[in-house]
């Protein structure tokens, strides 16, 4: 008798922190994900680059999902055409992480890496949203005609 009442117990359990992790799980990005919108973002630069850049900067078209959203900057000058507003305008070569990483070297060091190359970049970044903490991110980068453009994904 009590044996089926644990074995219940446990398995009620497991399911809720099931539930709890897929939940959690289904309100980040993933790296597929972040991998596919980079891919859409290339070809969008490609079709319209000034139309691209309008979109990615509103979020429109399914440029905003969760936490995952495009950015590009001038292969030329590292400048940001397309990002979140904090970073628009401003030198990607500049960025630094919280330990003080130049991760903002690295992503224009990928972009000037021939068209239809993806190269990854690690770094610290805060998710969008009130909690500006910190956390490991992940970024796909390509050259776009003559942007680099990213998505990363946050681990």
């Known amino acids: ?22 939940a959690q799980q289904g309100s980040f990005g993933t790296a597929e994900e972040a991998r596919a919108m980079l891919d859409k973002a290339v070809a969008a ?3 319209n680059k000034s139309a691209a850049l309008a979109t990615f900067n509103k ?45 903002g070297q690295d ?19 805060p998710r969008p949203g009130p909690d500006k903490t910190p956390v490991p991110k992940v970024t796909f980068i390509a050259r776009a005609s003559d942007l680099g453009c990213g998505v990363g994904y946050y681990k």
């Open 59 to 103: 979020g429109d078209g399914g440029f905003k999902d969760r936490d995952l959203y495009p950015f590009c900057f001038n292969v030329s000058d590292g400048v940001f055409v397309a990002a979140i507003k904090e970073l628009l305008g401003t030198d990607t070569r500049a960025l630094k992480d919280p330990t003080g990483k130049p991760f």
């Open 45 to 47: 630069v490609k079709v």
């Open 107 to 125: 992503l224009y060091a990928a972009a000037q890496k021939p068209e239809g190359q993806v190269t990854e970049v690690g770094y610290m970044f």
């Open 1 to 22: 008798m009590v044996r089926p009442l644990i074995i219940g117990t446990v398995l009620v359990g497991a399911f809720a922190l099931s539930a709890k992790t897929f």
